[in-house]
DNA sequence: GACACATTTCAAGAAGTGTTGAATTATCCC
DNA sequence: GGGATAATTCAACACTTCTTGAAATGTGTC
């Protein structure tokens, strides 16, 4: 991933909003949400959620689809994925040492990696 | 970690400039660099980065220790390692099978886990 | 103390982001 | 076609962030 896409990414989860957006549409893959059931969870006026779908959409967090009379939303999960990627790479590429022993420490991975 | 802390991380990782200079910081880890440093690989006034720096300092991300004439910064690998750990949990936690089958289909465990 | 150096803080303006209600587009159903 | 519903775009304003040079702060050295 380019740091330029990852920055646009970043930016698209840095508003308390979109990030809670993101997170139900996460929680709710991957059928994803209807504009209208976000707007009944989330409690803000729909022409600013609008907005918000918008930006998550350009950041390619988020896609789009057209069902009748309804948008339905759907988090990119490949694209998290990318951007977790995105990090773990930046942490250990340059300095596999020192990111090693930290994650000893914290022991992120044992936690959350899926069973394969 | 909470996401109101998530949010305002990503927001410190928003812009090209800080995510470059945290790369930097990520790349000279756990040495660090001093003001002046980044200034140098940067190319921006040191009254712009001066800005920067403290925003990241602020979301915890960096972390800055005085050296006589000098400031230290240095990225906080644990924090980065929260982070994504944070994305990995927001993705798995709610829909363990959904995201399963997408990391199974990038791989990016096997590309970027350290050995242990 | 006086000077030089590294870096920050301040103040001001430019640029960008967020919020809102009104108007618009798209679709469905009769 | 006409009316109802879902959601967006538009335009205006408030608010925040970014950028810059000038001034200030802290530290080392003579």
Same mark, same amino acid.
């Given at each position: 991933?380019?740091? !330029?896409?990852?920055?646009?990414? &970043?930016?698209?989860?840095?508003?308390?909003? !979109?990030? *809670?957006? &993101? =997170?139900?549409?996460?929680?709710?893959?991957?059928?994803?949400?209807?504009?209208?059931?976000?707007?009944?969870?989330?409690?803000?006026?729909?022409?600013?959620?609008? &907005?918000?779908?918008?930006?998550?959409?350009?950041?390619?967090?988020?896609?789009?689809?057209?069902?009748?009379?309804?948008? =339905?939303?759907?988090?990119?999960?490949?694209?998290?994925?990318?951007?977790?990627?995105?990090?773990?790479?930046?942490?250990?590429? *340059?300095?596999?040492?020192?990111?090693?022993?930290?994650?000893?420490?914290?022991?992120?991975?044992? !936690?959350?990696?899926?069973? =394969?």
């Amino acid at each position: 991933m380019e740091s !330029r896409q990852a920055s646009s990414i &970043f930016e698209a989860l840095s508003s308390d909003v !979109r990030l *809670d957006v &993101f =997170r139900l549409l996460v929680k709710n893959a991957p059928s994803g949400l209807v504009a209208g059931d976000i707007a009944k969870a989330m409690d803000i006026p729909s022409t600013n959620l609008s &907005f918000h779908l918008k930006a998550l959409v350009q950041s390619g967090l988020v896609s789009v689809e057209r069902e009748g009379r309804f948008l =339905r939303y759907r988090a990119s999960i490949p694209l998290m994925l990318d951007v977790i990627a995105y990090l773990t790479a930046e942490c250990c590429s *340059d300095n596999p040492e020192c990111c090693r022993a930290f994650r000893a420490e914290s022991d992120v991975d044992a !936690r959350f990696l899926p069973t =394969r």
